[in-house]
């Protein structure tokens, strides 16, 4: 085998692994996972779920090829370990180690998390308490940079005290510029101290020891004022995705992974303006991969993994203005390499219906959509106004083309939300149901996914109040009455982990002790329904002094200061308040492709910040 | 065939089978099975092999794959029959897949497999394991010992646990060697087992290693440190062993 790393931890980590369940989770050598040398910079990234979850994140496979492409860095790998892991290596007092090197993680300069969603905020905890690293920011004399990102980052300000930089946005540009500077740091001597104060300069990367929260006596918070010369906002950053070919070296797990399959972007960002959706918000402007650097990558990447799936990936694939000529190339690559096609996230119309049909895409099984609510009214309210003919017409052209089962995703909990609009998933279902049997064809299997809506910053719906359990509950009950008859399967979420989310979604930095206080009372894998236990949550709460409801039940005013006030991800608060107000009077908003920019604020000269490879038409 | 002129076409294109033999070590000792066969086919894929499918929708590779090995143990023998579309010389789809394995598996050897040999797991019935065992567990006189007495039982039975059920199992009729002895190096004491594995039934080495620990009075437990090695995988023939390699090797594959 390999030579080892000075700092290999592997003889005491391998009397373990015959002890764990999948042993393979904490091996490394998978295919293309890289060769690290161990010397120059040393970045980990970790993703705080489970091997399985974060072996198919496209993102850190994108970083890691990142900074392995910059000379003199390395960039390794690491995952939450399970439950029965961590009870070994706590037993064994064996610290958290990268997978490649199978070195501690304490040892490396930097020390990256990807923060996926608020219900990985105990894993993130854990992780940094099982490195040996101090939870506090503020406790750090040594040690790496412990740096946050992702999607998370949106309002990172219940984790702000435990991680000492974010950023904001996407992370290429900024991860290449940031290892280039710990390598400059590291030549020239510098302190920790003054390697984070250079780093902070960096645009999109966000200190929050930069900023100081005041907060009024009734809870609110006053001011966010920076300190030390920072600027007032923190504006996340962008790249271009024709420049930034990645990922390009996509390590191929040994076991079953969430996905497993070659996924290439086609798009970022995404013009529909839906007001529920932060990525909506958040990832704007759309900018388009161009028809051949996405073919491009497919076929080098189809080579180099030998998968058997490739995933052309965005937030709204058959948006891509040159959908039609990406997907008769990528086909052709498909029949070439015998692997399947599948555009994830598709719309609820005849076009993506009939494209994704005629490509055959993801064989004859499940086909996915979501109409999230049950009438036209409140999908006008939510900015996604799909009629209920484009839904009727997009599942018969689906069961034509021989789907036996049709997944459909809903929301409840939507602002101005009635009972009858809950009640009217039940008769949508049953409507789709006997129009396929008017048809003269067998209904499919419905499989319908019910969520709780958890309003999201940087949205239209920052400003609403989380619906509480007890209603919440109750609509579950009439989904349940009106949603009973062979053929249909309903399932929810549990909706006390929609609270969970909620509160830490829109919260500050006071929520940071109730993370530490659940986290040490054993939460972890909270996003897991057989791990989440709710009373913790709420004895952590009690015990930090925190009255969830102010977070979660409580309808902000207009002009409120947001935790996340001083970071920018686009869209201004005044676009977002406009849209709030369109949603209660039941007004849509156009789709920013049409050429009527609504001027939300991504960019200063209106409609200049779209990048699209051809001309769109609705 | 009937109508020979018809078929003249298809004959270079008849289904052939590669059969490889892996070695598996190092890391990759720590795969599960599901794991390892999964590792094996994208990379046959990555390898550029001529493969076979089956199924429109969800294509599926055509495989056969022998036993199982458990995790921990380490084999110079996992076989697998990889269905071709075309020929491909045994010595290019050697090179071919070594490149694109991953640390720990390595290529052994390969042949081809005319498309009436019996597939991989439907011929193997037996292996051949080598046991280290650790010092801990006793002197060469114990195992010697243990192992004679093991032979001399008409029936050996263990509680064999299951996750769907516990049953008591006769392991005797399943061992077909046993012997004790220093191993080559000279430092401690090595096992070397001929079991059931495959188309008759399966027992496991740590099966056999939990019996004679027993009879050797060896320490609680030490002997779950044993490394096991897994030489061989065989069909019985008569009372010979036939590896699956030389099976068929006077009869041309194409």
Request: a negative charge; one cysteine or more.
């Amino acid at each position: 085998m390999s030579e080892r790393t000075p700092g290999d931890l592997w003889e005491r980590i391998e009397p373990l692994l015959l002890r764990v369940e999948r042993p393979s989770r904490y091996l490394g050598c998978e295919w293309d996972a890289p060769g690290i040398a161990g010397e120059g910079t040393t970045v980990v990234l970790a993703y705080p779920d489970l091997y399985e979850v974060g072996i198919s994140n496209l993102g850190l496979a994108i970083l890691q090829d990142v900074v392995n492409d910059i000379e003199g860095a390395s960039c390794e790998r690491v995952y939450s370990p399970w439950f029965d892991m961590e009870r070994e290596m706590r037993s064994a007092g064996l610290p958290l180690f990268s997978l490649e090197t199978h070195r501690a993680v304490s040892t490396y300069d930097i020390f990256g998390i990807s923060i996926p969603h608020e219900l990985t905020y105990t894993n993130i905890i854990n992780l940094l308490d099982l490195a040996g690293i101090s939870l506090r920011a503020d406790n750090r004399e040594e040690g790496p940079l412990v740096i946050g990102g992702g999607c998370g980052t949106a309002n990172p300000e219940p984790l702000a005290p435990f991680l000492d930089l974010f950023v904001l946005g996407e992370g290429e540009e900024v991860l290449d510029s940031l290892v280039r500077l710990v390598s400059e740091g590291k030549s020239r001597g510098w302190d920790r101290r003054k390697l984070l104060s250079e780093a902070s300069r960096l645009e999109g990367v966000y200190q929050p020891s930069d900023y100081e929260v005041d907060y009024r006596d009734d809870g609110l918070i006053e001011r966010i004022e920076p300190v030390g010369g920072a600027p007032e906002r923190v504006r996340k950053r962008t790249v271009d995705l024709n420049e930034w070919l990645y990922p390009r070296h996509p390590i191929v797990p040994f076991c079953e992974a969430v996905h497993d399959r070659i996924n290439v972007e086609i798009f970022r960002g995404c013009t529909r303006g839906c007001r529920f959706c932060q990525a909506g918000m958040i990832c704007r402007p759309v900018r388009e991969r161009s028809v051949d650097a996405v073919v491009g990558l497919v076929d080098a990447l189809a080579v180099r993994t030998g998968h058997e799936e490739v995933a052309l990936s965005s937030l709204s694939s058959t948006d891509y203005t040159m959908i039609k000529a990406v997907t008769e190339k990528v086909s052709e690559i498909c029949e070439k390499r015998r692997m399947i096609l599948s555009l994830p996230s598709l719309r609820m119309d005849g076009f993506s219906v009939e494209l994704a049909s005629s490509l055959e895409l993801g064989g004859r099984g499940s086909f996915t959509f979501a109409p999230e609510t049950g009438t036209e009214r409140l999908r006008r309210v939510i900015n996604k106004p799909i009629s209920e003919k484009d839904i009727i017409d997009a599942v018969l052209c689906a069961v034509r083309a021989g789907r036996r089962r049709i997944k459909l995703y809903f929301m409840i909990g939507l602002p101005t939300e009635t009972d009858e609009d809950v009640e009217a998933i039940g008769r949508l279902v049953f409507g789709l149901r006997d129009t396929v049997r008017g048809e003269g064809m067998v209904p499919p299997v419905f499989n319908v996914s019910v969520s709780t809506f958890v309003p999201k910053p940087h949205t239209p719906f920052q400003w609403v109040k989380q619906e509480n359990l007890e209603s919440i509950e109750r609509k579950q009950g009439i989904l349940r009455e009106t949603l009973r008859a062979k053929g249909i399967n309903l399932s929810w979420h549990d909706s006390r982990m929609s609270t969970v989310e909620s509160l830490l979604a829109r919260g500050d930095r006071r929520l940071a002790d109730v993370i530490e206080y659940a986290w040490a009372s054993g939460c972890r894998f909270d996003s897991w329904s057989e791990h989440f236990d709710y009373a913790r949550w709420e004895a952590a709460s009690e015990k930090a002094g925190v009255d969830p409801e102010f977070y979660l039940y409580r309808e902000r005013e207009p002009d409120e200061v947001f935790p996340w006030e001083h970071l920018d991800f686009g869209p201004d608060r005044d676009f977002l308040y406009e849209e709030y107000q369109g949603a209660l009077r039941g007004e849509t908003s156009p789709d920013c492709r049409g050429g009527k920019c609504r001027e939300c604020g991504v960019s200063e000269e209106p409609g200049a910040c779209l990048v699209l490879t051809g001309t769109w038409s609705s | 065939m009937s109508c020979p002129h018809r078929y003249l076409e298809f004959v270079t294109v008849e289904p052939l089978r590669l059969r490889v033999q892996f070695a598996k070590r190092g890391k990759a000792r720590y795969l599960s099975h599901s794991e390892f066969s999964r590792t094996l086919m994208i990379s046959a894929r990555r390898a550029g092999l001529p493969l076979q499918y089956s199924g429109k929708y969800r294509p599926r590779m055509k495989v056969s794959l022998s036993p199982p090995l458990p995790i921990g143990v380490t084999s110079e023998c996992e076989l697998v029959d990889f269905f071709l579309e075309q020929y491909v010389s045994p010595a290019e789809a050697e090179q071919a897949l070594e490149r694109s394995l991953p640390d720990g598996i390595q290529v052994v050897r390969c042949r081809l497999m005319g498309s009436d040999a019996k597939p991989v797991g439907k011929l193997i019935d037996t292996a051949a394991y080598r046991v280290q065992l650790p010092t801990e567990t006793g002197n060469e006189g114990d195992w010697k010992r243990a192992v004679e007495i093991f032979l001399g039982m008409e029936v050996v039975n263990l509680e064999r646990v299951q996750p769907r059920r516990t049953r008591v199992v006769d392991l005797r009729p399943g061992v077909h060697e046993l012997e004790a002895g220093i191993g080559p190096d000279g430092s401690g004491v090595e096992l070397f087992m001929v079991l059931d594995d495959g188309t008759r039934g399966t027992v496991k080495p740590s099966e056999v290693l939990r019996v004679l620990a027993d009879l050797a009075g060896a320490a609680e437990g030490s002997w779950r440190d044993a490394l096991v090695h897994r030489e061989g995988l065989f069909a019985r023939r008569g009372g010979r062993l036939v590896s699956p390699l030389e099976l068929g090797k006077h009869r041309p594959a194409v």
